[in-house]
């Protein structure tokens, strides 16, 4: 039970690796085309904060709900959330990108255009940098005191101290509810600011929610096939395909949703934002988005039998991590390129951030025992049978 990851040197030069590639995707990127360059930080950035945002509320989910199949894994989730100040580092440094992202950031802009103007005392610089910094120091505190109190639990089994977490985590989803709505718009929806969606933030936090748990059951199918959580078994695969099940059913309503609520609206300043998506080649980012993150999830869980097959459960994770960053570049390249391209820029930018974020959540694993060994309910991971 006090068993702890350990991760070798040659994993930790591989992280050191790529993020070698990502000063040099950014290096390169400066000196050739900046908007494209901070266009693919924020994107990059934001999808990896999705991941680690996803996995904490799955992991606070779990408290809320008293789960007892999931405590064998709490430590995924907890590991992941590391990358959050990262994150936080990354969208302040930012801020010297936002005339290259943002049309409302140039006042200039702002006085010729009507409704720029109107929206000119939420969406302005100071106050934008305000709530990026309100967001993150909640985020990284609640995280970083859910963090505390399983560690204490973890020592002393405290039967006050799993209540605790409890209370905190239903905190925790509230605040993170709010606020990453709020984020989304703010840094992703307000790059085209003329465009307007009341299902953006919510498909985005489904995504968040669905893809981070994808991240999780694929990072425990890896570790036990590295000899660790022996216990693991079929049921445990079973309740990660359904929760990819039917969160796939979810995202798949939002993202058609939103779109056959503005067709219907048929409102230039909304419409505008399916049409820029309908030309030169985006059009493929659609249907991808349909077959990676619902289509394929929900035809090959559907059946029990796969639910349970390790690899099935595998390939299934994997896919959906490339659908999360298919759904992201859909909704922020198309504003920045013509078409569709996928170059230095964006390999070395995307390799830079996925070292980064596997060093922070590889430091934080292995910090600890893999397995909470007083978690009340850990009995019943390990013995979890459905009948």
């Not at 619902?294 to 349970?308: E, H, N, T, Y």
Request: glycine share 6%.
């Amino acid at each position: 039970m006090d068993t702890k990851v350990i991760f070798t040197k040659k994993f930790y030069y591989i992280t050191y690796g790529l993020m070698g590639l990502g000063v040099i995707g950014l290096v390169y990127g400066f000196l050739t085309d900046s908007h494209r360059t901070w266009a693919n930080l924020l994107m990059d950035n934001y999808y990896f904060l999705s991941l680690a945002l996803g996995a904490a509320f799955f992991f606070c989910l779990q408290y809320i709900t008293q789960s007892g199949w999931s405590a064998m894994f709490r430590r995924i989730p907890e590991a992941l959330m590391a990358y959050i100040p990262y994150a936080g580092i990354i969208m302040v440094v930012m801020y010297f990108g936002l005339h290259d992202i943002y049309h409302w950031s140039h006042p200039d802009l702002v006085a010729n255009d009507e409704l720029l103007a109107h929206k000119a005392p939420y969406l302005n610089i100071p106050f934008f940098m305000i709530r990026l910094v309100i967001f993150f120091v909640a985020w990284i505190l609640l995280t970083r005191y859910l963090r505390k109190l399983s560690l204490q639990e973890d020592a002393l089994g405290s039967k006050e101290l799993f209540e605790k977490m409890e209370f905190w985590s239903k905190v925790f989803i509230f605040v993170l509810a709010v606020t990453f709505s709020a984020a989304s718009f703010d840094w992703i929806m307000s790059i085209d600011a003329h465009w307007i969606s009341g299902i953006f933030a919510f498909k985005n936090f489904a995504a968040a929610f669905y893809h981070g748990t994808s991240l999780i059951g694929l990072i425990a199918i890896i570790l036990h096939k590295k000899g660790y959580f022996k216990d693991m078994n079929e049921y445990h695969l079973l309740d990660f395909s359904r929760y990819m099940f039917g969160l796939s059913i979810i995202w798949g309503y939002l993202y058609f949703s939103q779109f056959a609520l503005i067709w219907f609206g048929n409102l230039p300043e909304e419409t505008i934002y399916y049409a820029k998506r309908w030309e030169n080649g985006w059009i493929i980012f659609v249907f991808l988005n349909f077959a990676i993150n619902w289509f394929i999830p929900f035809i090959v869980l559907l059946p029990q039998k796969l639910d349970k097959n390790i690899n099935v459960v595998y390939g299934i994770c994997v896919l959906l991590l490339v659908g999360l960053y298919t759904d992201i570049y859909e909704q922020v390249m198309p504003d920045f390129l013509t078409s569709p391209s996928l170059g230095i820029i964006e390999i070395g930018v995307f390799a830079g951030l996925a070292g980064l974020f596997l060093f922070a959540f590889a430091k934080a694993l292995a910090s600890a025992p893999l397995i909470a060994k007083n978690h009340p309910y850990l009995e019943e991971s390990i013995h979890h049978h459905l009948h």
